[in-house]
């Protein structure tokens, strides 16, 4: 049986993002719901798609084209560089992608045999 997470949901992790159309934060909540597995995250589903929509919202209405999280920066001639690490770099670009990594570390992970 499927958690239903709705909009209002996201809203009570991240109250800010409630200037952003409806429609938008749909499209990221249910492209969140294809990455968070609620047989995997259990009980603590819901927050993890709460969680990961904000960081997608916040990402992308906060206009960033970055590639990665700043690896290094200048102030003469300024200068900033990206990683291009893995995709946890990347969800340690807003704190809901750090609360969402950290949430994710408490997963039972058990090992499949085939």
């Known amino acids: 049986m499927s ?21 938008q934060m749909q499209i990221y909540l249910d492209l969140a719901k294809n990455f968070v597995f609620e047989g995997k995250w259990e009980r603590k589903y819901m927050q993890g798609v709460c969680l990961l929509t904000a960081h997608m919202v916040s990402i992308t209405m906060g206009g960033s084209n970055n590639s990665g999280p700043i690896a290094s920066e200048s102030v003469g001639e300024l200068s900033i560089s990206y990683s291009n690490g893995p995709m946890d770099d990347e969800l340690q670009g807003t704190s809901y992608g750090e609360l969402y990594l950290m949430l994710r570390k408490t997963l039972k992970i058990t090992p499949l045999v085939v």
């Open 3 to 23: 958690t239903p997470v709705e909009i209002a949901d996201v809203l009570v992790y991240a109250p800010e993002l409630s200037a952003v159309p409806t429609s």
